[in-house]
């Protein structure tokens, strides 16, 4: 395989969405008070889903973390964990236990594939979205209001009762490059650039539903999003309209 065929290395966020806690090391800090760990279990605000929120405890300290972000290329690290409040950072090269608010990342996961379903059941490009702990919106490029959304919103909660497993898949930038219908965003460019695209399928071979590619966190199954209603839907001009999704 070539070099640039590698998978690139990942970070524990995306490796083990559903773990809560890592012990890791420090190794680096920023000017800004930001703090570098060889791993990280909190994801880094992207692809409209916000960063993860926690704390770090060391031996002597402990730090609330309010927010991650994507390192720049060339840090220290792939992620940066921002701190709530100025305080004593830990040492560079001492041990942590990162701890994830959970609630919140888990509610940021059902919302993010629920928003994924929303793509299947209203077949329109997207032009954006955001990801809540109570509901996530997605802008689409839809000249006219559904008719039906009554009907969206049962074929979205059949499909969370089928409890369809959500799993992961990658490919390589060519791949993609040959397959431009995967794409379903006009205004957020798919993950690529090292080599591999991730991919996040919803349903397994003759039960699949969807397939696009995604940097985000999801839930395991369909089951696990729970009871999904359709809130409003804003004219966002001419071409737009922005449909607002409710964890029920």
Not at 198 to 221: F, K, N, Y
Request: aromatic share 4%; net charge negative; charged share 25%.
């Amino acid at each position: 395989m070539p070099e640039t065929a590698k998978q690139p290395q990942q970070q524990s966020y995306r490796i083990h969405p559903y773990a809560r806690d890592l012990e890791v090391r420090v190794t680096g800090l920023t000017d800004e008070g930001g703090i570098y760990c060889a791993d990280s279990i909190f994801y880094p605000t992207g692809g409209g889903q916000p960063g993860d929120s926690g704390k770090l405890v060391w031996d002597g300290g402990e730090i609330e973390i309010a927010t991650a972000v994507k390192a720049e290329s060339g840090a220290l690290g792939a992620v940066i964990l921002v701190p709530a409040e100025p305080q004593p950072l830990p040492p560079v090269g001492a041990q942590v236990q990162q701890h994830l608010d959970w609630e919140r990342r888990h509610r940021h996961m059902r919302v993010h594939t629920a928003l994924h379903l929303l793509s299947v059941a209203i077949p329109l490009p997207v032009t954006g979205g955001q990801i809540g702990t109570e509901k996530g919106r997605l802008d689409f490029d839809m000249p006219e209001r559904p008719e039906d959304l009554e009907a969206i919103e049962r074929q979205l909660n059949d499909w969370i009762a089928q409890d369809l497993k959500v799993v992961e898949h990658w490919i390589t930038d060519a791949e993609l490059e040959a397959q431009p219908d995967l794409v379903k965003t006009l205004s957020v460019a798919p993950p690529k650039g090292q080599g591999w695209v991730r991919l996040v399928a919803i349903g397994e071979e003759a039960d699949r539903i969807d397939l696009q590619p995604c940097g985000g966190t999801h839930v395991a199954s369909t089951g696990e999003i729970g009871a999904l209603r359709i809130g409003k839907i804003e004219k966002k001009g001419k071409m737009n309209r922005r449909v607002h999704l409710h964890l029920a």
